[in-house]
């Protein structure tokens, strides 16, 4: 393959066009709530009367009350707009779609690439947003998140794990997933992008710092640390499976 045929694969502006849509849809993210915030805080007159500059003990302990109700008030904002950016979008269709450069513009894939950002908006929030995994895990936020925004989960967490397509990962009760795993429902290849849905089961035990996507772990089951699961894989009831690719295997301390 030539130089000339590369440059024509090169995905170089269309990943640009990306960053700016994702730069647009995390600032209005951040704004919007803000000016809310803003707005709520002086129609209900919650603004301290007295500055803050040269201020004494007690008009500092006034503003650290009011600015903490503001970032309580901003996270609930924050999370609310996610779930209502969300229900304007279709959830893409599971399948293969194409992504060669001069290919028409594929709605599905321009679906996904919107729900990215909102995915980094939720789990990077910026400062003030710092709570926004609170407010997502806890009721009754909890409840709209999962049904609308996603991941379909039963579970909770005290930690967020990566999920980078919440809308396509299912996740049943009393799952664990360790520290640094990826979880997500597409797949990349030559010039093809995969959606496939990644189902996680009741009492799944999911080691830190593993990649899952579009597999099915059923009940019981449990993948080791640093394990690659690949797509397509299905891992019956109470199995074993770890390694790079992932496989069954006799669990550790097992008798043989």
Not at 8 to 14: A, I, Q, V
Not at 132 to 151: E, I, K, Q, T, Y
Not at 226 to 235: D, E, F, R, T, Y
């Amino acid at each position: 393959m030539n130089s000339t045929t590369l440059q024509t694969r090169d995905p170089l502006h269309g990943l640009q066009l990306f960053l700016v849509l994702d730069g647009l849809i995390r600032l209005f993210v951040w704004s919007s709530p803000m000016a809310f915030t803003a707005a709520i805080f002086t129609c209900c007159d919650a603004w301290p009367q007295e500055s803050i500059v040269n201020a004494d003990l007690a008009a500092a302990w006034l503003w650290t009350r009011k600015l903490t109700h503001l970032v309580l008030l901003y996270n609930l904002l924050y999370v609310a707009h996610l779930i209502v950016i969300r229900l304007l979008i279709a959830t893409p269709r599971e399948g293969r779609y194409e992504t060669r450069p001069g290919t028409p513009v594929n709605w599905q894939l321009l679906r996904a690439a919107i729900l990215g950002a909102l995915t980094k908006a939720r789990y990077e929030a910026p400062f003030p947003a710092f709570l926004v995994f609170h407010m997502a895990n806890l009721p009754p936020l909890r409840w709209l998140m999962g049904l609308v925004f996603g991941p379909q989960s039963k579970s909770c967490y005290v930690s967020d794990p990566t999920i980078l397509d919440p809308w396509a990962v299912t996740i049943g009760r009393n799952v664990v997933v360790g520290f640094g795993t990826t979880l997500a429902g597409h797949y990349r290849e030559q010039d093809t992008v995969v959606f496939q849905r990644t189902v996680i089961e009741d009492d799944v035990l999911i080691g830190g710092h593993c990649a899952i996507s579009g597999a099915h772990i059923q009940r019981g089951a449990v993948v080791g640390a640093g394990s690659i699961v690949l797509p397509g894989s299905v891992i019956a009831p109470g199995e074993y499976w770890s390694g790079n690719p992932a496989r069954r295997r006799t669990r550790p301390g097992a008798g043989t």
